[in-house]
T-cell receptor
């Protein structure tokens, strides 16, 4: 199916564990993003990537790691999960050329206990 | 640096009434502005976008927004609310490198 998919949709993990959230897009969009959504904060950018092997920090990168070895995949890893990382995580992509529409995945609801 | 502020975290209207969701932006360059909608347990989808072609932008589902440079505003309106419009709405501005910077969101409730 064409689009952008995230997995898992729901995840419960324990404090201190490493967790990886997956994001896959089928359009070959150059730009990809990870946001977290928290009540009262809207969506805050964690990391973004302009192309394969090019990533950069967003507004709230601490505690997260990303990689992009292939254009279509952009996994987000929480190295040692903390309760403050309980959130809904969204992956998005935008076509090259700028100012275009961002396409979002369905989100991953992560709970750290 | 670019930013957006959404006034009102919750807005409640009656079915058939005017919907007005407020967004003010801050940008040192001509902004590219967006409104996104999020239905429960879903990702965001684009309602409309302003890219300097026209100040009044029409989007999907009967929504429109007007770019007012003098007021640094990009408010979202719909003449007549429908129950299906109940959702969370986000204003966003391009922050360079195709990054979208979002406001805190406004939850719209529509009651009969």
């Amino acid at each position: 199916d064409a689009g952008i998919t995230q997995s898992p949709r729901y995840k419960i993990t324990e404090t201190g564990r490493q967790v990886t959230l997956m994001c896959h897009q089928t359009w070959s969009h150059s730009y990809m993003f990870w946001y977290r959504q928290d009540l009262g904060h809207g969506l805050r950018l964690i990391y973004y990537s302009a192309a394969a092997d090019i990533t950069d920090k967003g507004e709230v990168p601490d505690g997260y790691v990303v990689s992009r070895s292939k254009t279509e995949n952009f996994p987000l890893t929480l190295e040692s999960a903390t309760r403050s990382q309980t959130s809904v995580y969204f992956c998005a992509s935008i076509t090259t050329g700028g100012h275009g529409e961002a396409f979002f995945g369905q989100g991953t609801r992560l709970t750290v206990v | 640096a670019q930013s957006v502020t959404q006034l009102g975290s919750h807005v409640s209207v009656s079915e058939g009434a005017l919907v007005l969701l407020r967004c003010n932006y801050s940008s040192s360059v001509p902004p590219y502005l967006f409104w996104y909608v999020q239905y429960p347990n879903q990702g965001l989808q684009l309602l409309l976008k302003y890219t300097s072609a026209a100040t009044l932008v029409k989007g999907i589902n009967g929504f429109e927004a007007e770019f007012k440079k003098s007021e640094t505003s990009f408010h979202l309106t719909k003449p007549s609310a429908h129950m299906s419009d109940a959702a969370e709405y986000f204003c966003a501005v391009h922050g360079g490198y195709n990054k979208l910077i979002f406001g805190a969101g406004t939850r719209l409730a529509v009651h009969p």
